[in-house]
């Protein structure tokens, strides 16, 4: 039987950048039950990175993020791990005093931002409906993350460290013993000291399989659609465009425009696929907002955005169980805040305090505890 510190159950961006953080200093195995890495959330995310537009607490976890994503580690990645792609906020009639409020709100935090007359916002956005946009104001810092690079660089660095990664493999009838936790999987037995919960939208259900109390994570549906853009368009150069109620957003994907309309349905943890309703309003927001005819549907999809009833990721020990850990309930922000709850998470399986990047950027790593939920 191999042994291990720590088995993370989940190998999306949330187990993925533990193991990296964490398997200099402990032996480490990853379990994930698909056939590859980051099936569900990672690989289905837009992978958009924004400092503001958040909640504060997340808002302050990209702040940490964004000193790994400018300059990772020596040979973590071959390319930048971000692109700047700016961002559009667009509103239509009803929401351009809406539009204004939220521009002198958040120019108080951000300088950059300018704010566009309908002719510069058309001038900026080519594909942009002149006759739906009342509103609309600049933020240049919004960037794509390349995501298979800093999913591929988490894990050469684990594995760098000997972190072993076991796929295709469920967690059946896990059983505690004098010296750890006993773990039947593909490659055979395994024990492990302490078991790290990054299973997203099965986090609770995984909880339970430990004999742990759930802390009600909920998975959530997001639908995303990829059309073709004009001829005369240029992609990379192309902004992001949000609503200003994130009713939707558009940005470049692969030479095309992906959209979505930011639902984010409750639903079972599942391989989740798109709804034809969601998939419609999708369509509907690209000929409302944009002159893209949607001819067709090159491409549609939905992943899974987990989260807790705060909205706030649950990190840290169970309450009374220091043999199990919850690295859980990311949402949709999982990816741009890798670098900080992955840090954050190892440093406390380590027995040490927060990264002090947390104190310096003023958030205190401990609202983020599972035992707000457990009684």
């Not at 400092?51 to 071959?78: H, M």
């Not at 936790?181 to 990054?198: D, F, M």
């Not at 709804?275 to 949607?294: G, Q, R």
Request: net charge negative; glycine share 8%; with cysteine.
């Amino acid at each position: 039987m191999r042994e291990f510190d720590v088995a993370i159950i989940g190998g999306g961006i949330a187990g993925l950048s533990l193991a990296y953080f964490l398997a200099p200093h402990r032996t480490v195995a990853i379990i994930e039950r698909e056939d590859g890495l980051g099936y569900h959330s990672t690989g289905r995310s837009a992978a958009e990175f924004v400092l503001r537009y958040n909640a504060p607490e997340v808002c302050k976890l990209a702040a940490i993020s964004k000193a790994f994503f400018d300059q990772p580690p020596a040979g973590f990645s071959d390319v930048p791990l971000l692109k700047q792609r700016g961002g559009v906020m667009i509103a239509n009639a009803e929401k351009a005093a809406r539009l204004e409020t939220v521009f002198a709100e958040e120019r108080v935090a951000n300088a950059d931002l300018k704010r566009l007359t309908v002719d510069e916002a058309v001038a900026l956005v080519p594909i942009l409906r002149r006759e739906y946009v009342a509103g609309a104001f600049y933020d240049p810092n919004f960037w794509d993350i390349e995501v298979e690079n800093l999913m591929q660089g988490y894990l050469r660095g684990a594995r760098r460290h000997g972190a072993e990664v076991i796929e295709r493999s469920d967690i059946i009838a896990p059983r505690r013993d004098a010296d750890g936790w006993v773990l039947s999987t593909s490659a055979g037995e395994i024990r492990a000291q302490v078991i790290v919960n990054a299973a997203g939208g099965w986090a609770d259900p995984v909880a339970s399989l430990f004999g742990v109390d759930p802390v009600s994570i909920v998975p959530h549906r997001r639908t995303a659609i990829t059309v073709d853009l004009p001829a005369e368009i240029d992609a990379l150069t192309l902004p992001e465009i949000n609503e200003i109620d994130e009713d939707f957003y558009m940005k470049p994907e692969g030479g095309r425009l992906l959209a979505s309309p930011a639902d984010a349905t409750p639903c079972e943890p599942t391989d989740v696929q798109p709804e034809e309703i969601d998939v419609a309003w999708a369509a509907h927001y690209v000929e409302e907002a944009t002159t893209v005819p949607v001819r067709r549907i090159f491409k549609s999809w939905a992943g899974l955005r987990s989260f807790s009833p705060d909205r706030l990721p649950v990190i840290g020990y169970a309450k009374d169980r220091p043999d199990f850990f919850w690295l859980a309930g990311q949402g949709g922000y999982g990816i741009l805040t890798s670098p900080a709850l992955g840090a954050l998470a190892a440093n406390l399986l380590i027995g040490g305090p927060a990264p002090e990047s947390f104190a310096a950027n003023g958030l205190d790593a401990t609202i983020f505890g599972p035992e707000r939920f457990q009684r």
